[in-house]
Nanobody, 119 residues
Framework: QVQLVESGGGLVQAGGSLRLSCAAS????????MGWYRQAPGKQRELVAA???????NYSDAVKGRFTISRDGAKNTVYLQMSSLKPEDTAVYYC?????????????WGQGTQVTVSS
């Protein structure tokens, strides 16, 4: 069984910073990619940032220059450093991972962590 455990959400004032963490555990052979998505009330879930196993990163235009995604391969953990936060960044943030298992590449989601940015 595979689990993604997120931490680091909370309430912050506009202009502040938060760091999210997501650790993958369970039975898998490798991590193909990990990323963060977010979903605000009444909106669709959207990609925030992603990082592949070779370290390539991808960011949405809305967060480019403010958020940084990184990973610790030894800990199977991905981080999202969020700076210069804006009220429009308020959402539930979900960790996503594409993990290599015995005969397949499977996708997993974390339970979500709330990020609230007050103005």
């Amino acid at each position: 069984q595979v689990q993604l455990v997120e931490s680091g959400g909370g309430l912050v004032q506009a202009g502040g910073s938060l760091r999210l963490s997501c650790a993958a555990s369970g039975r898998f052979f490798g991590i193909n990619a990990m990323g963060w998505y977010r979903q605000a009330p009444g909106k669709q879930r959207e990609l925030v940032a992603a990082i592949t196993r070779d370290g390539s990163t991808n960011y949405s235009d809305a967060v480019k220059g403010r958020f940084t995604i990184s990973r610790d391969g030894a800990k199977n953990t991905v981080y999202l450093q969020m700076s210069s936060l804006k009220p429009e960044d308020t959402a539930v943030y979900y960790c996503n991972a594409r993990l290599l298992r015995l005969a397949s590449l499977d996708e997993y989601w974390g339970q979500g962590t709330q990020v609230t940015v007050s103005s």
